[in-house]
Each structure stands twice: as structure tokens, then as C-alpha cells.
């Protein structure tokens, strides 16, 4: 890795370039994800935030069509439904993508994952392995954590060696990817070659600065919904503790790490404190802050997420 990937790389247009055109196109989405991310109350889930923001995920699962080029090939793992995404073309069949999808813990399914694990698998030409893992507050922590490492145990099951999978995640999926790692690490497990995390959730004590900060400015996110989807997924547990805030984790040892988000969400602290962590912990890092951007804004279809899986691809290839 060079000097660069120590640095915050400030990358897109400011907001006045982006036409009126545009932002009405991407209205829609932004809707959806405004319902995924919403909670009436600071301290409680209830059934109404709840379904809301499921249907909000459907919604947003059905207005981003599959990738044309892409097979989509759903199976179950135990009672747990999943899903391969491989190219049709000629690909790499040696390596894959174990991708965690976002959704607060609260919410989430296959038809969620297929947004971001098409761009994954078309970027890289890898196939890409989505699960469905429990959510709260139906099945609190350690639910999700454990249905990963069950899905981390089937690669390993059909012969992919740790350093044939990359970990990727958004949000809430970031915070599972890390777990996920960090219990790999502390069991003395091999480590996946790489992760990628966008707009990940590292800290659920909320104490970064952009929580406040970036309140005003943030399309998507609110304090709110992280206090209500937090309380729901870890109940009563420290928040503090590794497996729920992994930026407070023992780094060391992780494998290279690449890390987006925007300049415009409540948790940009999180990837800002995580990659110094990293750092401080001699792993290498590079974040990547886009300017006038939002959370999980890969998920759009815009250039500026074009080019954002663009750079995904390329970290790899370096990694490799």
C-alpha cells in the first residue's frame, strides 16, 4: 500500500454541479432509504417503525433491478436463505465475496443484498456469497454473528481458503464484518484476505463528533433510529464491547482494509476513528471520503457510485 491510503481521499463534485435532473431521478431511492433508516422514537422499536422500514428495503430491493450479466442463484443453508451472485461471463471461480448486508440489524433480506452484491461481483469479476441472518428484535445479538460465521464456515466447507475470501459490508453489515474477523481472530482462525466496508457502523455508543455534527446534513440517517435499532439488537449488552462496537477492538492482525464513505452522514466518524485505528495498528488502510455524499450511496444508480465500485476493484487487484 502507498502513502496515499493513510489519507482521507476527498473525492466527488460539490452539490451545486449536481443538476435538478439528477436529484429528481434519485428521489425515489433516497424515499426508500429515508423508511429503512427511520425510527418515530429514540428508545423503543416498535411494530410500526419496524414494518415500515422492511417494506422500505423491499421497496428499495425492487426499484434497482439485477445487473443484466449477472445470475442470481438463491438457496437455503440450514433453514438460512442465501444466495450466489456470479457473472455469466467468464470468471474467477477461486476466489469470493462473503458480502453482509446493512439494514440496522432491524432489517434486510436477499432482495436488499442483490444491490450492492451484483456491483461487487460485476466490479470484480468474483462470485459473491449473500446470507439472510436473523434480525432483531425478533433474534437480538448474538444472532446475526452467529449466522455469519455459519455462513463464513460454509465457504471454508466447499474448499475456499480464508485468503480466497474477501468480507464486505455496508452499515450495519460493515459492524458484522468486523465481528466477524475479530471472532476468526480470537479463535486463532485464519483471516479473510481483505475487507470491504462501506459507510460501516463501528461505534454503537455513538460518540463520535459527525453524530451531532452532521445531523443536520444527513438525507438518510438519524440519531434516532441508531439509538431504537441498537437497543433492539443488543439489549442490555455493553455497548462498548468488541462484538458490538468492533472500533474498540484489538485491530491488530487485520488484514488490509478499504473503507468508503460520505462526507454527509451522522456516521462518518465511525470510518474516520476505524482507520485510525487500523493505522495505529499497522494494517493497511485507505479511506475514501466522498464529497456531498450520503450513506450506502453505492447502492444508487449514479456515476458517483459507479466510480466508487471502480475503486473497490481496483484495491483488490493491489491486494491480490
Same mark, same amino acid.
Given at each position: 500500500?502507498?502513502?496515499?491510503?493513510?489519507?482521507?481521499?476527498?473525492?466527488?463534485?460539490?452539490?451545486?454541479?449536481?443538476?435538478a435532473?439528477?436529484? @429528481?431521478?434519485?428521489?425515489?431511492? /433516497?424515499r *426508500?432509504?429515508? =423508511?429503512?433508516? +427511520?425510527?418515530?422514537?429514540?428508545?423503543?422499536m416498535d411494530l410500526?417503525?419496524?414494518?415500515?422500514?422492511?417494506k422500505? @428495503?423491499?421497496l428499495l430491493?425492487? /426499484?434497482? *433491478?439485477?445487473? =443484466?450479466?449477472? +445470475?442470481?442463484?438463491?438457496f437455503?443453508l440450514?433453514?438460512m436463505?442465501?444466495?450466489?451472485?456470479?457473472p455469466?461471463?467468464?470468471?474467477?471461480?477461486?476466489?469470493?465475496?462473503?458480502?453482509?448486508?446493512g439494514g440496522?440489524?432491524?432489517?434486510g433480506?436477499?432482495?436488499?443484498?442483490?444491490?450492492?452484491?451484483?456491483k461487487l461481483?460485476n466490479?470484480t469479476g468474483?462470485?459473491v456469497?449473500?446470507?439472510?441472518?436473523?434480525?432483531?428484535?425478533e433474534h437480538?445479538y448474538?444472532a446475526?454473528?452467529?449466522?455469519?460465521?455459519?455462513a463464513?464456515d460454509?465457504l471454508?466447507?466447499?474448499?475456499?481458503?480464508?485468503r480466497d475470501?474477501?468480507v464486505?459490508?455496508?452499515?450495519a453489515?460493515?459492524?458484522?464484518?468486523?465481528?466477524?474477523?475479530?471472532?476468526?481472530?480470537?479463535?486463532?482462525?485464519?483471516?479473510p484476505r481483505?475487507?470491504?466496508?462501506?459507510s460501516?457502523?463501528t461505534?454503537?455508543?455513538?460518540?463520535g463528533?459527525s453524530?451531532r455534527?452532521?445531523?443536520?446534513?444527513?438525507?438518510v440517517?438519524t440519531?434516532?433510529?441508531i439509538?431504537?435499532v441498537?437497543?433492539?439488537?443488543?439489549?442490555?449488552?455493553?455497548?462498548?464491547?468488541?462484538?458490538l462496537?468492533?472500533l474498540?477492538?484489538?485491530?491488530?492482525?487485520?488484514?488490509?482494509?478499504l473503507?468508503?464513505?460520505g462526507?454527509?452522514e451522522?456516521?462518518?466518524?465511525?470510518?474516520?476513528?476505524?482507520?485510525d485505528?487500523?493505522?495505529?495498528?499497522?494494517?493497511?488502510c485507505?479511506?475514501?471520503?466522498?464529497?456531498?455524499?450520503?450513506?450506502?450511496f453505492?447502492?444508487?444508480?449514479?456515476?458517483?457510485?459507479?466510480?466508487?465500485?471502480?475503486?473497490?476493484?481496483?484495491?483488490?487487484?493491489?491486494t491480490?
Amino acid at each position: 500500500m502507498d502513502q496515499d491510503n493513510i489519507h482521507i481521499k476527498l473525492q466527488g463534485r460539490s452539490r451545486n454541479q449536481h443538476s435538478a435532473a439528477e436529484a @429528481q431521478r434519485l428521489d425515489p431511492f /433516497l424515499r *426508500a432509504l429515508r =423508511a429503512i433508516h +427511520s425510527a418515530a422514537t429514540p428508545d423503543t422499536m416498535d411494530l410500526e417503525d419496524l414494518e415500515r422500514q422492511r417494506k422500505g @428495503q423491499q421497496l428499495l430491493g425492487r /426499484l434497482v *433491478a439485477p445487473m =443484466a450479466g449477472m +445470475s442470481w442463484e438463491p438457496f437455503e443453508l440450514e433453514g438460512m436463505p442465501c444466495a450466489w451472485v456470479r457473472p455469466q461471463r467468464s470468471h474467477d471461480r477461486r476466489r469470493a465475496i462473503l458480502y453482509c448486508h446493512g439494514g440496522g440489524y432491524t432489517s434486510g433480506n436477499l432482495g436488499y443484498s442483490r444491490i450492492l452484491a451484483s456491483k461487487l461481483s460485476n466490479v470484480t469479476g468474483w462470485q459473491v456469497f449473500c446470507f439472510e441472518y436473523r434480525l432483531a428484535p425478533e433474534h437480538p445479538y448474538p444472532a446475526a454473528v452467529e449466522d455469519a460465521v455459519k455462513a463464513w464456515d460454509y465457504l471454508m466447507y466447499l474448499g475456499y481458503g480464508a485468503r480466497d475470501v474477501v468480507v464486505a459490508g455496508d452499515s450495519a453489515g460493515g459492524n458484522l464484518a468486523l465481528v466477524l474477523t475479530h471472532l476468526l481472530k480470537q479463535a486463532g482462525r485464519r483471516l479473510p484476505r481483505s475487507l470491504i466496508l462501506f459507510s460501516p457502523w463501528t461505534d454503537m455508543t455513538a460518540s463520535g463528533k459527525s453524530y451531532r455534527e452532521r445531523e443536520d446534513i444527513d438525507p438518510v440517517l438519524t440519531l434516532n433510529y441508531i439509538y431504537a435499532v441498537r437497543d433492539a439488537y443488543a439489549r442490555g449488552q455493553d455497548l462498548a464491547g468488541p462484538c458490538l462496537s468492533p472500533l474498540f477492538a484489538d485491530l491488530s492482525g487485520f488484514p488490509p482494509t478499504l473503507i468508503q464513505a460520505g462526507t454527509n452522514e451522522i456516521l462518518l466518524s465511525d470510518s474516520i476513528r476505524l482507520r485510525d485505528r487500523l493505522i495505529q495498528s499497522a494494517v493497511p488502510c485507505r479511506l475514501e471520503v466522498w464529497t456531498d455524499l450520503w450513506h450506502v450511496f453505492q447502492m444508487f444508480p449514479m456515476k458517483k457510485a459507479g466510480e466508487a465500485m471502480e475503486s473497490v476493484g481496483r484495491f483488490l487487484l493491489e491486494t491480490l
